[in-house]
């Protein structure tokens, strides 16, 4: 897994494998600076200082410093590439999986969790950041210090080399438990970082909400259980990181007094070993332990970024649950008459593993006419807001069809059959900027003129007279400068904008007092008329002037027709009213 989560990171590169090979010689140069430098104070100790020839020794001193300065020039080089390869790969990788999660559908979204993204696009990216830098700074040059280091001892202390495959074996042991142990433990320790964001961004977006029940000790309790999680999945991990580098560094003190003790006998022994070639080969066994200490402070980046990439990558394998159509059917928006047909639908929500559970609607039929308003009327859960969250295909159904003018949603281009529906979901989302962009968002090529015609009609052009600014005021993030019932009014005005051929209210005037609904109906009715309208509600007086009204009960019609009518023939719908509106007045609904 880790190796081909690498190999499908390095072809994010493509097109800059030239700066891989420019790094790959760097480190050649670097590393081979690095080896010159024990064989030059070879001949430095046996033919300069003890055969007291000290302009041989000035000369091997001057190179091994030129050695030096091209070494180091060469790794601020590569260190260089580095940088602009991990940020790159940062880059690439945070804007295509953003670019992905826009293409993901609500149901994809559902499943992955808002905060769990969030993680995955900041803490997991940077994770891939710090091992891809660290890699292309010290890892590629370990290979060339192992190798060059053998074989350089081998040809001036042979009699020392053993010591270096010991030191060896006894490394890469070490090394492959580690990675066994560390691997599924940086895995979990991501999850629990989940974990601590959710708690986290729940808290912070639901303060008021805190404060109001006075719930700090609750949540603060909840939160330090999530943060004690991720501390004991984060200390398995940690404490085999520490123990690592002390092993290794103590590993090389061995081999390094092992060289002198085994060199220093075969000097005395007189088996031909220089003492400059002893002296040397101590500094090789240095040398050798640099890929391996290279590898233990690049290693943990290595397997964070493994777990991380499987994390993001997940996003990036990710196959929208509503896909464009094989075939679309392409459709002229100026001649959509917005005749909506409901056939035998049924539609059930996904849970983790993809799959359909639990079916929220039950084989529901249903015609709207154009320029038809319909309201939609039920208790909380009874698949109100699924049931016309599936004409814009946010989801689809899971059986049946649903039809606009004859065509089936599922063979309309997106972009198209969402600029032929326009929606006003449940709960207003506004993005920060200024008013005028907020009703201008879906629209934005729209006049000033066009702007207050809608603006207008969803009643926001009051409030906004009272503000500094006025169509130019600020609003910040998710709107909270502003009250849910003018949140509401803006969210409305920026489905108006857009004037689309079918136009859902679901539950959008719920936070509106009840003139302010009136006069957002009324306006409505004149701004779209000839408009398909779906109005969700749960309160009888939006839906009350709706040319008909159908009672949702645990996803199947539980009654059909005018207020009138529902009124006479519909006892749950009686009871709703009298629930409401009181039981003055029956027949006709006049005292609503």
Not at 15 to 26: D, Q
Not at 240 to 263: D, R, W
């Amino acid at each position: 897994m880790a190796v081909s989560n690498f190999r499908r990171l390095f072809f994010l590169f493509h097109g800059y494998e030239r700066w891989f090979v420019l790094s790959v010689l760097l480190n050649l140069v670097v590393a081979g600076g690095t080896l010159a430098i024990p064989a030059l104070s070879a001949g430095l100790i046996d033919h300069g200082i003890l055969k007291n020839d000290l302009t041989l020794a000035l000369d091997i001193g001057i190179l091994m410093l030129v050695a030096a300065l091209i070494a180091g020039a060469c790794q601020v080089a590569n260190a260089a590439i580095a940088v602009w390869a991990s940020e790159y790969c940062a880059h690439h990788l945070r804007t295509q999986s953003f670019e992905k999660i826009q293409a993901l559908s609500p149901g994809n979204i559902d499943r992955f969790r808002s905060s769990d993204l969030l993680v995955r696009l900041t803490n997991d990216v940077l994770n891939v950041r710090q091992a891809v830098q660290q890699s292309l700074m010290n890892l590629m040059q370990a290979p060339l210090l192992l190798v060059g280091t053998i074989i350089i001892t081998a040809a001036m202390a042979p009699e020392l080399v053993w010591i270096m495959f010991v030191l060896l074996v006894l490394l890469s042991i070490i090394l492959v438990v580690y990675f066994v142990i560390v691997e599924p433990a940086f895995s979990r320790k991501q999850v629990r970082v989940d974990g601590v964001n959710k708690a986290l961004r729940e808290t912070l977006t639901g303060i008021r909400v805190v404060k109001a029940f006075v719930r700090q000790e609750y949540e603060i309790d909840r939160f330090r259980a999530a943060a004690s999680d991720l501390r004991e999945a984060a200390l398995r991990p940690q404490f085999v990181m520490s123990y690592l580098m002390p092993t290794v560094f103590a590993i090389a003190i061995l081999g390094f007094a092992s060289v002198y003790y085994v060199g220093g006998n075969e000097i005395l022994a007189g088996t031909g070993l220089m003492i400059g070639n002893g002296t040397s080969a101590a500094q090789y066994i240095l040398i050798l332990m640099m890929p391996l200490l290279i590898i233990a402070i690049v290693l943990p980046f290595i397997t964070q970024a493994n777990a991380s990439l499987t994390r993001i990558f997940q996003v990036l394998d990710a196959e929208p649950e509503v896909k464009e159509p094989a075939r679309p059917v392409v459709l002229d928006g100026d001649a959509v008459k917005g005749r909506v047909v409901f056939d035998q639908v049924t539609f059930a929500y996904r849970n983790d593993a993809g799959e359909p559970e639990g079916e929220v609607i039950s084989g529901i039929s249903l015609t709207v006419e154009p320029g038809e308003t319909l309201g939609i009327l039920g208790a909380t859960g009874s698949g109100k807001s699924s049931l016309v969250s599936l004409i814009p295909r946010y989801y689809d159904v899971t059986g049946g069809s649903v039809s606009i003018d004859g065509v089936d949603v599922r063979s309309i281009p997106l972009a198209t059959l969402r600029r032929i529906v326009g929606m006003c979901l449940q709960e207003p989302v506004l993005f920060s900027g200024s008013i005028r962009d907020s009703v201008t968002f879906g629209s934005p090529g729209l006049t000033d003129d066009e702007m207050l015609v809608a603006a207008r009609a969803a009643d926001v052009d009051p409030f906004v007279q009272n503000i500094p600014g006025e169509y130019d005021g600020k609003v910040t993030r998710r709107g909270s400068n502003f009250s849910g019932g003018q949140r509401q009014r803006l969210a409305i005005a920026r489905a108006l904008a857009r004037r689309p051929k079918i136009l859902i209210l679901d539950d959008s005037t719920s936070a509106c007092d009840v003139a302010t609904e009136a006069r957002i109906q009324d306006a409505i009715s004149d701004m779209m008329s000839g408009v398909t309208r779906f109005i969700v509600a749960q309160r009888i007086s939006s839906v009350i002037t709706a040319d008909r009204i159908i009672l949702l009960d645990q996803g199947q019609i539980a009654a059909s027709g005018t207020h009138a009518e529902l009124l006479a023939q519909s006892p749950l719908y009686q009871e709703i009213y009298e629930s409401q509106l009181g039981s003055g007045i029956r027949a006709g609904g006049d005292a609503a």
